[in-house]
């Protein structure tokens, strides 16, 4: 569940790096915190979505061994704690297009 979230920054990290190929301008203060922000963005909405997915699946697992009605329950939470990091990658998304061009 949680490999998705790596993807995620992945898909950033492409965004970034080819915002600094760009020869023609200067990289300004304005696009160097902007790819911070985009960042740290997905970064830490990616921390939580890991650290939710663990505690759930942890938690999930020990109730499915003593009631295995919990697991159609156990995989929708999972899927809203890896919302999370969608959540994170659509704001770096947004964050990384107020960049002018």
Known sequence: MSGIIAVYGLVI???????LGLKEKSYSLFSGIVHLAAGLSVGL??????YA???????GS??????????????LILIFAEVL??????????????ISR
């Open 45 to 50: 909405t990616g921390l939580a979505a890991g």
């Open 13 to 19: 990290a492409v965004l970034i790096a080819g915002d």
């Open 85 to 98: 990091g969608l959540y994170g990658l659509i704001v770096a998304l947004i964050l990384n297009t107020k």
């Open 53 to 59: 997915i663990g505690l759930v699946g942890n938690a």
């Open 62 to 75: 020990r109730a499915f061994l003593q009631q295995p009605k919990v697991f159609v329950g156990q995989v």
